[in-house]
């Protein structure tokens, strides 16, 4: 999870018309059209990485509009586009684990970023028990409710930009400035406007070892 900064004026000009149109309709009626320009801009608001566990989204197959605030508990930010992210469309985790429970800790938080800690182990920890509950609701993968294929993914994934950047997991890094570069490395998107598969959660660990 990352923290996410959410722009009113990336909703899309479609949705605010059919808002206009429709003023007591909900999400449920809007058209597949508005839905797929709606994924379209979350994607690109998010660097084509889902709002929950960091995965790259190769597509816009492969994620759908996830309701921070669950349309059963908000139905009247069913259509605010401030309550919408894109989440990856994996079974029993994310979006698909989320559903209609009440998130105590979300991307749009600036506390996810440090409430959440991560480890070369691929596991994350919570440092509050809102973060610990966040982490059961999306099965984020914990040492108390696992999701190994998860855990397995990032574990590949941070070793792999470590070990590309000298940098042994085992060892960790003591040299600040170099730390400092890679997390500005990680941060930046290439050139399709996308950022590298679970770059911010090395960035999390990156700043553990800077602290």
Known sequence: ???????????????????????????????PEIR?????IL??????LCGHCC????????CHNEHIEPQQLAQNKTLEFSNLIASCNAKKQCGDSHQHHALPLTPLMDECETE??????????????RAEKAIEILN????????????????????QILFING?????????????????????KPNDDGKL?????IIINILKQWLT
Do not use: C
Request: overall charge negative.
């Open 36 to 40: 797929t320009e709606i994924r379209e």
């Open 55 to 62: 995965q790259q989204i190769k597509s816009i197959h492969d």
């Open 167 to 187: 940098i042994d997991p085992s060892e960790g890094l003591e040299d600040d400035d170099l730390l400092n570069d890679l997390i500005l490395e990680l941060a």
């Open 140 to 159: 984020l993968g914990s040492s108390t409710l696992p999701n190994n294929l998860l855990i397995s993914k990032r574990k590949n994934a941070i070793e």
């Open 43 to 48: 994607l690109e608001e998010r660097f084509y």
């Open 116 to 129: 959440l800690q991560f480890s070369i182990s691929g596991r994350v920890n919570g440092v509050t028990s």
């Open 1 to 31: 999870m990352r923290r996410i900064s959410k722009r009113n004026d990336y909703e899309p000009t479609s949705l605010t018309q059919w808002k206009r149109q429709n003023k007591h309709k909900k999400y449920a009626d809007l058209t």
């Open 196 to 200: 590298e598969s679970f770059s911010p």
